[in-house]
């Protein structure tokens, strides 16, 4: 059974304070990788899909990047706008993790 | 922006009620799914369908039943509402050959049985 593992389940960060969220998975044969932002009380909003090891990439402060068992988010000099929940899920089933909830203080 | 709605937005309704909630999207999309989500948890599939008549059960057991006979609809019914019903439900849809593949979510609904 697919599995997706979201670590840490929360993380404080003070803005500039640069860092990495992951999400580790077991799959049968990645169809692909997702990585979405979910604020309070709305839907998840697409940020990236990664189909293949090695495969990155960016959009504004934040960089997603693809192993064989794994994906980082990487995010530089977070601003406090960057407080939400991070979802990252897999393949076409889009089985999700349960998020990292991200909080930057200014 | 996302053309996917939700409605109603919030609900607040008895046990034993019946209930549908309401997805449509304008954006021609042929694949679309319901998730439920409970605060600070996973989302988890409950249902989806790839196109006109075609309906599925997702991975998380369900009480709920689902129809698409418009390609830009997709109501879910709940035929006896219960407190254990509580939770967030979220519709989504994608196109088959995005380049992303992604999904656009709705606003979702916030369902309460009391």
Redesign the interface.
Known sequence: EDQ?TQSPEALRLQEGESSSLNCSYTVSGLR?L?WYRQDP??????L??LYSAGEEKEKERLKATLTKKESFLHITAPKPEDSATY?C?VS????????T?LTVKP | EADIYQTPRYLVIGTGKKITLECSQTMGHDKMYWYQQDPGMELHLIHYSYGVNSTEKGDLSSESTVSRIRTEHFPLTLESARPSHTSQYLCASSAPRALNNEQFFGPGTRLTVL
Do not use: H, W, Y
């Open positions: 997706v692909g997702f009380g709305k839907g998840p909003e697409f990236f899909t979802l899920a076409d089933d889009m089985r999700f993790g349960a998020g909830r």
